[in-house]
């Protein structure tokens, strides 16, 4: 199996940072979940803008977050509590 992408390491963390398991994220989101573990694993998942913007908005964070933030930062998580 691939690598995971960074979207895809900075999506898990992000969701584990809020404290949800893939089916939490997808039941919030309206993501389906095989499509949350595909990106978080690296495979091949198309992740359309509208499902971007899911993931963002139940996470309490931001696409750019989503795409180019550092989960580990704290100055970045204290931005997704805002």
Known sequence: MAEPS???????????????????????????????SVLESGGQADLSLSNALRLADALNI???????????????LAAAVL
């Open 62 to 76: 931001t696409v750019d977050m989503l795409s180019r933030g550092d989960p580990l930062q704290s100055d970045t």
């Open 6 to 36: 960074t979207l895809g390491r900075r999506l898990k963390a992000f969701r584990e940072r809020a404290g949800l398991s893939q089916n939490q994220l997808a039941r919030l989101s309206g993501v389906p979940r095989p499509t949350i």
